[in-house]
């Protein structure tokens, strides 16, 4: 088990356990956690309701063309934003802290 802060739409941080040994990615755990976090594709890097941003120097595994082409046309874009759907869980995971990018203006 691996710990991952998850920072939520409202500020609030969530520490969340993490096993390592499940092949779960980032939308599922959050999901799992009952995060408001929707996967309306299912995690197939179809839609952005997963979208989260990285806010720490884990190594993480580099972004497919098919998740850059869907953060290009996502709302609330940084550098630092990924899909947490491509992200599987891993050890080196551990203490790697995200945040829910916003759904709409007023997140």
Same mark, same amino acid.
Do not use: W
């Given at each position: ?7 939520? /739409? ?71 934003? /990924? ?25």
């Amino acid at each position: 088990m691996i710990e991952i802060t998850v920072i939520d /739409r409202k500020g609030q941080e969530h520490l969340l356990e993490a096993p390592t040994d499940m092949n779960l990615n980032m939308m599922e755990l959050c999901k799992a956690y009952e995060l408001p976090v929707k996967g309306t594709c299912g995690g197939m890097a179809l839609c952005s309701t997963c979208h989260v941003y990285v806010l720490s120097d884990q190594q993480l595994p580099e972004m497919t063309a098919d998740e850059e082409a869907i953060l290009d046309t996502a709302f609330f874009v940084k550098s630092n934003s /990924r899909l947490g759907c491509q992200l599987k869980i891993t050890d080196n995971m551990n203490g790697l802290r995200v945040q829910l990018a916003p759904e709409d203006e007023e997140n």
